[in-house]
C-alpha cells in the first residue's frame, strides 16, 4: 500500500505564490510517477503537473506553464508543487497522486491519491 499525504495550501493574494509538498510512504518501488491535479466547486478533476520519479521528466498543463514547477526529493520521499503568480482561477482543491504506469495526464492513470489541500486566491 501506498499512502500520500497533501500540505501547504492555503489563502493567497493573487500575483502570490504557495508551495505545496507531498510526502509519499510505503511501497514506494511500486510507483515510478507522482502527479498533481486539481478540482474546482462543480468541475471535474484536472491535471495540473507531473514528474517521473527517476527520470525528472515533467509535464504541465497549459494553465499553469511557465507559473508552477513541480519538483521532488528522493531522499524524502517528497514531491513539491511551486505555485507563482497565482490567479483567482487556480482556485481549488489540490491533489498529489501516484502512478504506477498509467498516462500522466489521465486521472484513470493514478493508483493512490491523498486526501487533497485547499488553495485559495483572492483576487
Known amino acids: 500500500q501506498v499512502r500520500v499525504v497533501e500540505s501547504g495550501g492555503g489563502l493567497v493574494q493573487a500575483g502570490g505564490s504557495l508551495k505545496l509538498s507531498c510526502v509519499v510512504s510505503?511501497?514506494?518501488?511500486?510507483?515510478?510517477?507522482m502527479g498533481w491535479f486539481r478540482q474546482a466547486p462543480e468541475k471535474e478533476r484536472e491535471f495540473v503537473a507531473s514528474?517521473?520519479?527517476?527520470?525528472?521528466?515533467?509535464y504541465y498543463s497549459d494553465s499553469v506553464k511557465g507559473r508552477f514547477t513541480i519538483s521532488r526529493d528522493n531522499a524524502k520521499n517528497t514531491v513539491y508543487l511551486q505555485m507563482n503568480s497565482l490567479k483567482p482561477e487556480d482556485t481549488a482543491i489540490y491533489y498529489c497522486?501516484?502512478?504506477?504506469?498509467?498516462?500522466?495526464?489521465?486521472?484513470?492513470?493514478?493508483?493512490?491519491w491523498g486526501q487533497g489541500t485547499q488553495v485559495t486566491v483572492s483576487s
Open positions: 497522486a501516484a502512478s504506477s504506469g498509467g498516462y500522466y495526464s489521465n486521472v484513470d492513470g493514478y493508483d493512490y
Open positions: 510505503g511501497r514506494t518501488f511500486s510507483y515510478w510517477r
Open positions: 514528474i517521473n520519479w527517476s527520470t525528472r521528466n515533467t
